[in-house]
């Protein structure tokens, strides 16, 4: 069987058996996506041990099957991350002004606090500096954090053993930062997983309520299209016309049906009112109100479209020349005879303003005749096909540009150059493109993907990445690590890295800060780049937003800090070493 077949085999096992592990639970609990991680450390090491499954070469290089299982694992982790960026882009920028320096200064704590205990294990004589980043980046969960470590000790150690010092015996052994971030990895998902856990036990958290109180938040500030039914009653309005009723002219308040001596029919603005009339009215409440109060009194009376010849029908923008342009320039109104009375985007309603600019997905819900609705649906699209249909070339151009992005070298005097990655490029070039992208590219482009496709993009991504990540760790010898080395040793004082700052600060940001507990498990998770912890978090809702704008707000500026954190620590170390590099 050739190494490809035989890599596919191991990829899929790893997969079916952690997704089966992660759909266990106990009282509720589960590890989630989690559980593909712990099924690869097992698959890679029954592969190694029993089936000659090697990932290095006698010589030390690689072989061809790591470097097919390295370009998979980053695929599916720029996979993943492309589709958290565009799930959150759109909003990603109002979190910002938001709550986002609060979000921003937890995760920059757990940072703190995790840089603090790994150089006081070092201090106190407990682990060598090359174990301490490799530890670090492990219980972090950070993979360019590893990079930037491994580079750094071998920049440090080569400068050593050029000024004629034993770089190894001082504890910078490029061979050794590995190891101990395979050991504290696992552990490191974990302690991000019973944080979770332990703050909503502890302060027993309905994930059902935080997400309501969530979403109740983020709809304050819009108000929610209501609708009456008023008959027309005061005689200052007998002979006015629809467009006199107070908040028509000025769109917040749409007159979308009339009913007059039992006839149903779709009004114009220049309808002359009459005693009696019964006008259909949406908008928001307070405006609503004002005008119910001023033109007559609120009535029971339904005004069904059932048995006319009217039709009430919602049509989805998917046309390329629509998207972008607003409601007046379409003129569906006065060409077609319909009224338009609301606007639903994401799940959000919102008034048919003259000037609301129209984007893909939306749904614009039309009252008037159907043969003029038909005609209007052929302008606007409304073909559900497109919406089911994932544009690749702007998923490509994303990750190219997120890849260049990722590549740029941040330079700082005194400190090797560092980078964001491409993980961390990938994300920010997502967020940016969902948030400016169809503006950017005159609307012939369009980012948003249909919900299926998201789901999918970042389900494959996470899944690929985390069974590769185990299977390589169980194939370089974690087994071995954790049963004859220091490997137990380093776990449990990587522990103490990853617990206490997460426990600490999740405890503060949720009974002092009062941050939202999804919106929290988002920060925790992005805090460590974790993105097993934010599949883990994302499942607890059956809306993955709250979560996801959690991590988003804190991913980019926290990948920076990770990437620098253990450079500083190393520069630390060395400056109290008395040594001069």
């Known amino acids: 069987m050739s190494s490809l077949a035989l890599l596919i085999i191991y990829l899929s096992v790893g997969a079916v058996l952690g997704i089966a592990l992660g ?59 492309y589709g958290i960026g565009i799930q959150v882009g759109p909003s990603f920028f109002a979190a910002l002004r938001g709550s986002g320096l609060k979000l921003i200064s937890l995760a920059v704590s757990i940072i703190v606090l995790g840089c603090t205990i790994s150089l006081i294990l070092y201090f106190t004589g407990i682990v060598t500096p090359d174990a301490m980043v490799g530890m670090y980046s492990g219980s972090i969960t950070n993979t360019p954090a590893l990079s930037a470590a491994i580079d750094m000790i071998a920049n440090l150690g080569k400068d050593m053993q050029n000024a004629g010092m034993d770089a190894k015996a001082l504890g910078f052994d490029p061979a050794t930062v590995p190891q101990a971030y395979a050991v504290a990895y696992p552990f490191g998902v974990c302690a991000i997983l019973i944080t979770m856990i332990f703050i909503r036990t502890f302060f027993k958290v309905s994930t059902e309520i935080a997400g309501n109180s969530y979403a109740e938040k983020k709809m304050q500030g819009v108000d929610t299209p209501i609708t009456h039914n008023v008959m027309i009653q005061n005689s200052d309005f007998f002979g006015k016309t629809i467009n006199d009723i107070p908040c028509v002219a000025d769109g917040t308040v749409i007159c979308s049906r009339i009913k007059r001596n039992g006839e149903l029919s ?66 569906l109104e006065s060409r077609y005879n319909l009224v338009i009375s609301r606007v639903f985007r994401s799940g959000v309603q919102f008034m048919p303003t003259p000037n609301l600019r129209l984007a893909l997905g939306d749904e614009i819900n039309v009252v008037g005749s159907m043969e003029n609705i038909r005609k209007a649906g052929k302008v606007v699209g409304n073909s559900s096909m497109t919406m089911n249909h994932v544009p690749m ?31 961390g490029g990938t994300l920010v070039v997502a967020i940016l493109l969902a948030r400016f992208g169809d503006a950017l590219t005159f609307n012939k482009l369009h980012w948003r993907l249909p919900v299926s496709a998201l789901s999918a993009f970042k389900e494959i991504g996470i899944t690929l990445f985390l069974t590769i990540v185990g299977i390589r760790a169980g194939a370089n010898g974690f087994v071995d690590v954790l049963t004859h080395g220091l490997g137990f040793y380093w776990m ?78 190393l520069i630390i170390v060395t400056a109290t070493m008395g040594t001069s590099l």
């Open 393 to 423: 070339m702007p998923i490509f151009i994303g990750l190219f540009f997120g890849m260049l992005l990722g590549s740029i070298p941040i330079s700082i005097p005194g400190i090797p150059p560092m980078r964001l990655g491409v993980i």
């Open 23 to 81: 759909q266990l639970k106990y009282k509720g609990v589960g590890i989630g996506i989690g559980g593909v991680l712990f099924s690869g450390i097992f698959v890679g090491h029954i592969a190694h041990a029993y089936f000659g499954f090697d990932l290095s070469l006698a010589s030390g290089g690689p072989t061809s099957q790591e470097t097919i299982l390295h370009f998979l694992q980053e695929f599916g982790l720029m996979l993943f991350v």
């Open 266 to 331: 779709v009004p114009t603005k220049d309808l002359v009112l009459q005693k009696g009339d019964i006008v259909h009215l949406v908008g928001g409440a307070k405006y609503v109100s004002k005008a119910t109060q001023t033109i007559g009194t609120e009535t029971k009376d339904v005004l069904t479209t059932h048995g006319t010849t009217i039709s009430v029908r919602h049509l989805i923008i998917t046309n390329n020349n629509v998207m972008g342009r607003t409601l007046s320039e379409l003129e």
């Open 492 to 569: 449990a004082w990587a522990t103490l890295i990853s617990i206490i700052p997460l426990m600490l600060v999740g405890f503060i940001g949720y009974k002092f800060f009062k941050v939202n507990y999804l919106v929290l498990c988002g920060v925790l998770a992005g805090a460590c780049t974790d993105p097993p912890a934010l599949a883990y978090a994302n499942g607890m809702y059956k809306d993955a937003e709250a979560s996801s704008i959690g991590y988003a707000t804190v991913y980019p500026f926290v990948m920076f800090l990770r990437i620098l954190s253990p450079q500083i620590m």
